[in-house]
């Protein structure tokens, strides 16, 4: 039913920055809460930030606090995450998801996207 599109990964030194965007289509946009997960090899699917319907309502896991900024664009369907100060542990496949309800846990979310790397040297 939705369909949600990560770009904006890719190989970035320690202490530098990306944008990443995610792109929903298929559903409401403004009708669902937004987050972003992140996975790296051989660990569990972590939260790393969410923001509400309005955006009324944004939190952050601590290892990211200070340095991402999670935004979303309801007029152009698009959620965002502004990594600032990249560190080699912020190295993951990074997912946005969607969903009704949803905090900070990954089952809370109903549609996800494919996923964009981010490497972060050292």
């Known amino acids: 039913q939705v369909q949600l599109v990560e770009s904006g990964g890719g190989l970035v030194q320690a202490g530098g920055s990306l944008r990443l965007s995610c792109a929903a289509s298929?559903?409401?946009?403004?009708?669902?809460?937004m987050g972003w997960f992140r996975q790296a090899p051989g660990k569990e699917r972590e939260f790393v930030a969410t923001?509400?319907?309005?955006?009324?309502?944004?939190y952050y896991a601590d290892s990211v606090k200070g340095r991402f900024t999670i935004s979303r664009d309801n007029a152009k369907n698009t959620v965002y995450l502004q990594m600032n100060s990249l560190k080699p542990e912020d190295t993951a496949v990074y997912y946005c998801?969607?969903?009704?309800?949803?905090?900070?846990?990954?089952?809370?979310?109903?549609?996800w996207g494919q996923g964009t790397q981010v490497t972060v040297s050292s």
């Open positions: 298929g559903g409401t946009f403004s009708s669902y809460t």
């Open positions: 998801a969607a969903g009704t309800y949803a905090y900070t846990t990954a089952t809370e979310y109903d549609y």
């Open positions: 923001i509400s319907r309005g955006s009324g309502r944004i």
